[in-house]
């Protein structure tokens, strides 16, 4: 099994990685310490799972997610943080993360994590979200799936639907106004709307609570 690790704190990979050589997983262990030489990565297909940082250089944990949702990638990807946030989570969760685990987690509960992703299980118990609240992220997805929104789109449309400004969503997001702009106009054309009023009403009707 090849694992890839990205983090920039080179103690927290030296320490990932000699505990998984250390496991019974059979892992060879690859290491990364930015978003975007791990997108690349990814990109060779022959990972078997990823084991990402939210705050990364160059290319943050949401935007390798994102990247790697737009390009399809078939690699089962966790979450490993030291956030708690549950916007953190959720948004995680949106962008197709398989599990959101504590960086405080034991060695033996990211062992058996690596194990249940592979097998196909998406897990976010004990991660501060309740069932109904993954139903509801599952449910937000698929409706973004069905109207040709991409996960980040759906994002920014409910940033938009709260009434902020496209600058409020590129600082919340991460993102440069243009951007930003540029999913707007993806998603007026996606719901038939001219405007972010008419986008959001629209959103409404169509089911998006």
Do not use: C, Y
């Amino acid at each position: 099994m090849k694992i890839l690790l990205v983090d920039d704190h080179r103690m927290f990979l030296d320490g990932m990685t000699a505990m998984l050589n250390g496991s019974d997983l059979d892992a060879e262990v690859e290491t990364s310490s930015n978003g975007r030489d791990a997108l690349q990565r990814l990109q060779e297909g022959d990972i078997d799972i990823a084991l990402i940082d939210l705050r990364l250089p160059v290319l943050d944990g949401f935007s390798l997610l994102q990247a790697l949702a737009e390009q399809e990638s078939l690699t089962p990807v966790v979450v490993v943080s030291a956030s708690r946030d549950p916007e953190d989570i959720r948004r995680s969760m949106a962008l197709g993360a398989m599990s959101f685990i504590p960086k405080s987690s034991s060695g033996e509960k990211i062992i058996q994590t690596i194990r249940d992703v592979m097998e196909g299980k998406t897990l976010f118990e004990g991660a501060g979200l309740s069932d109904n609240s993954i139903d509801f992220l599952q449910e937000s997805k698929d409706w973004a799936a069905l109207h040709n929104i991409t996960p980040r789109q759906l994002e920014v449309l409910r940033l938009v639907r709260k009434g902020l400004s496209n600058q409020a969503i590129a600082e919340e997001l991460f993102l440069s106004v243009a951007t930003v702009k540029s999913h707007l106009s993806a998603i007026f054309h996606a719901l038939g709307a001219q405007n972010r009023s008419e986008s959001s009403k629209k959103a409404h009707q169509l089911g998006l609570d």
